[in-house]
């Protein structure tokens, strides 16, 4: 048997863990303006779709890091798992910064050209709501850091 099924469970447990988080932000977030009022809940409803999609695609680059990675420890090629590694944080940590200045500096423009013309006071919500969302993309990678530091994932022993 190529992995046990305390194996499999520790490498489930944490990614099953982290989809239930990822999805319970958008619904916490609008019980807690729900009341707030109508415009509240729409304008944090809407940006709560970019919020999984930001999400969405970190998981993505994570899983293909973790696919390139797991091909090296396969091979027994430590080094070239490790390098794979730390190019997979830093890229991670790059584009999170790069698209949390961009929040912060197109704030408004951003959700403009993405949502088009729509109330004031929504846009008002919304707007409120999406400039604490580079603090968020900032807090997912610094999760992501320590979840890797924590020994999740093997490859850590090696960093």
């Not at 190529?2 to 982290?18: A, C, G, M, Q, V």
């Not at 940590?93 to 197109?106: E, K, P, R, T, Y």
């Not at 704030?107 to 050209?113: D, E, F, H, P, Q």
Request: contains cysteine; hydrophobic residues 55%.
């Amino acid at each position: 048997m190529l992995f046990s099924n305390r194996d499999l469970k520790k490498l489930i447990i944490p990614l099953i863990i982290e989809q239930v988080l990822a999805l319970t932000i958008g619904i916490f977030d609008t019980m807690m303006v729900s009341q707030c009022g109508q415009s509240a809940v729409s304008g944090v409803s809407i940006v709560d779709g970019l919020n999984v999609l930001i999400i969405n695609i970190f998981s993505a680059l994570a899983t293909g890091g973790a696919v390139v990675c797991s091909q090296y420890i396969g091979k027994k090629d430590e080094e070239m798992a490790c390098h794979s590694a730390k190019q997979l944080l830093f890229t991670i940590l790059g584009l999170s910064l790069v698209i949390m200045v961009l929040c912060m500096i197109f704030n408004g423009n951003l959700l403009n050209l993405i949502f088009g013309h729509i109330e004031s006071d929504v846009m008002a919500y919304a707007r409120t709501y999406f400039s604490f969302q580079p603090y968020l993309i900032l807090l997912l990678v610094y999760l992501m850091v320590g979840l890797l530091y924590l020994d999740q994932w093997e490859i850590v022993k090696w960093l």
